[in-house]
T-cell receptor, first 110, second 114 residues
Framework: SQQGEEDPQALSIQEGENATMNCSYK?????LQWYRQNSGRGLVHLIL?????REKHSGRLRVTLDTSKKSSSLLITASRAADTASYFC??????????FGSGTRLLVRP | DGGITQSPKYLFRKEGQNVTLSCEQN?????MYWYRQDPGQGLRLIYY???????QKGDIAEGYSVSREKKESFPLTVTSAQKNPTAFYLC?????????????FGAGSRLTVL
């Protein structure tokens, strides 16, 4: 079962621009996480936001969470070609299971 | 360096054969997971284990089996009962960061059925 769904499915931007990806989910959560996957590789954890938080920053990353709308957004500022990857949101409902969305494929053109 | 090692990276299988994918971690994590990823898709949970000698089915467990005899190891067997096994398989382990489950992933194993 897919809990989170990312939007858009694919995004192409110029280097230096900001990239915004959205995630919607269906049920109550304890926290929401964002992961990055380079082509053909494993996922890497980027940032976690808890259900009682509304915004969090980490370097060029900014994550927001709106539990009333069951949605989150990931903003990457001043994008670089090295940011080209797929980005996934994952939700944690207090079990040991993390449920991943279908991902946003980001292409940053040099 | 601590991490998760998956092997083999690439594996080819003939129809009707069972294959076992290895996953070893030296992070001292209690929980381990297997996910399947199809091209352009998200991750689907196959099995997970919270402690040694215990594991639970995920969303797509049919045709797969696992064991957890040691904390460090969580091998996945893709059996001949799995009708469409060609996929990218990802193993992960997790630590509890103040009540949050954060996953560390291996590099993946790509299985192709000939």
């Amino acid at each position: 079962s897919q809990q989170g769904e990312e939007d858009p499915q694919a995004l192409s931007i110029q280097e230096g621009e900001n990239a915004t990806m959205n995630c919607s989910y269906k049920t109550s959560i304890n926290n929401l996480q964002w992961y990055r996957q380079n082509s053909g590789r494993g996922l890497v954890h980027l940032i976690l936001i808890r259900s009682n938080e509304r915004e969090k920053h980490s370097g060029r990353l900014r994550v927001t969470l709106d539990t009333s709308k069951k949605s989150s957004s990931l903003l990457i500022t001043a994008s670089r070609a090295a940011d080209t990857a797929s980005y996934f949101c994952a939700t944690d409902d207090s079990s040991y299971k993390l449920i991943f969305g279908s991902g946003t494929r980001l292409l940053v053109r040099p | 360096d601590g991490g998760i090692t998956q092997s083999p990276k690439y594996l080819f299988r003939k129809e009707g054969q069972n294959v076992t994918l290895s996953c070893e971690q030296n992070l001292n994590h209690d929980a381990m997971y297997w996910y399947r990823q199809d091209p352009g898709q998200g991750l689907r949970l196959i099995y997970y284990s919270q402690i040694v000698n215990d594991f639970q089915k995920g969303d797509i467990a049919e045709g797969y089996s696992v064991s957890r005899e040691k904390k460090e190891s969580f091998p996945l067997t893709v059996t001949s009962a799995q009708k469409n096994p060609t996929a990218f398989y990802l193993c992960a382990s997790s630590s509890d960061r103040a009540g949050a489950n954060v996953l560390t992933f291996g590099a993946g194993s790509r299985l192709t059925v000939l």
